[in-house]
């Protein structure tokens, strides 16, 4: 395989080169793109001051175990597991490089694979069939991470396929990524509480090409009984998770100081809408289109006025062109109107 090294948080990675095509055909996938997906797992660890057993169970390079093991310090014992054998000499090299201890193991994620305290499931395509094996590992009180880069379906472009997956019905329209992720939330969640854990969301973002959710296990059946209480359906769609997508307080002690702009921007946006629970948002291009509004104010005014009437707005990272705000349609409209 040939290689190159590139430098990603606070790691050195060696790297399948650019001449493969960055697909999973490549001997050992790495995606730069995916850096602000791995920032965000230190990033949230760190803020959580978390200590204990954590596995990536899909490791590829080991970019993201690496990086765990480095930028969290001491206190975590890090395993980064993949079923390709070039994969672990990989990230072998990669350990070895940065100077970190890494259990690396060959572990089939479809089945359990022991007990920690931090699971990362980082699959091609849909979670769906690690879902089962990851719960099964997780400890009590552990985090659960989970990316799907299967948005087509999550965003309705295959709601066949979507609810074959994820029991749920997907809407495609401009609330596509919040829904989609509330209809992934509601999946592991099911899964959870199978066995009688339940799956409180902490954190979760759409970003690229993909999704992403952590969460918070408890175990006990009340509990999951009450997060599948939360289950039900927004507009046409659904079931999906209809409670709070972010834990405030976790939120506000991320610091994505020094992650780069991508990272802080993401990070800065989530910390203001995280404080405003609602479901969807208002896109002000469809507002315009629907009202046939000719002239539409700058975003940002719209959400000056809204503030100064007392109301909670801000942007939200799901869509460029929309506010999350406690103020109803009509209210929107006026300011739409007034800004
Ligand atoms: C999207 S990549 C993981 C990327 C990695 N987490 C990162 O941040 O760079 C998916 C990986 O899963 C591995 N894989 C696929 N099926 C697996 C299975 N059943 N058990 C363990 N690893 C598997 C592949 O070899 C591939 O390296």
């Not at 050992?28 to 990536?56: Q, T, W």
């Not at 997780?138 to 999550?154: E, F, K, P």
């Not at 959400?303 to 009437?309: P, V």
């Amino acid at each position: 395989m040939k290689t190159t090294i590139v430098q990603e948080g606070k790691v050195k990675l060696i790297v399948p080169n650019s001449k493969y095509k960055l697909d999973s055909k490549m001997p050992v996938f790495y995606n730069p793109v995916m850096k602000l997906n791995r920032d965000i797992s230190v990033i949230l660890l760190k803020a959580l001051d978390f200590k204990g057993k954590a596995v990536d169970i899909m490791s590829a390079s080991g970019a993201r175990a690496v990086r765990l093991k480095k930028e969290l310090g001491s206190g975590i014992e890090v395993t980064a597991n993949d079923l390709n054998p070039s994969a672990r000499k990989l990230m072998k090299k990669n350990a070895v490089l940065n100077k970190v201890t890494l259990h690396i193991t060959s572990e089939n994620a479809e089945s359990k694979f022991g007990t920690f305290d931090y699971i990362d499931v980082d699959p091609f395509g849909t979670p769906v069939p690690y879902l089962d094996a990851a719960v099964k590992s997780l400890r009590n009180n552990g985090i659960l991470a989970v990316t799907a880069t299967d948005t087509s379906n999550l965003c309705g472009t295959y709601p066949a396929a979507c609810f074959r997956k994820y029991g749920a019905k997907p809407l495609r329209n401009e609330l596509m990524n919040e829904i989609g992720i509330r209809i992934l939330m509601k999946k592991v969640q099911e899964v959870g509480a199978q066995y009688e854990i339940a799956l409180t969301p902490i954190f979760c973002h759409t970003s690229s090409h993909y999704m992403r959710v952590y969460f918070r296990a408890k175990q006990g059946a009340d509990r999951a009984d009450a997060i599948l209480k939360e289950h039900g359906f927004f507009k046409k769609a659904g079931p999906l998770w209809l409670g709070k997508l972010w834990d405030e307080e976790l939120v506000e002690k991320m610091n994505a100081q020094n992650f780069g702009y991508e990272t802080e921007q993401l990070i800065y946006t989530i910390k203001q809408e995280a404080k405003i629970h609602t479901l969807g948002f208002f896109d002000l291009h469809r507002l315009a289109k629907d009202k046939r509004i000719k002239h539409l104010p700058k975003i940002n005014e719209v959400i000056y006025k809204l503030i100064d009437k007392g109301f909670k707005a801000s942007r939200t990272h799901f869509n460029m062109n929309a506010i999350r705000t406690n103020a109803s349609e009509k209210d929107v409209l006026k300011f739409i109107d007034l800004a």
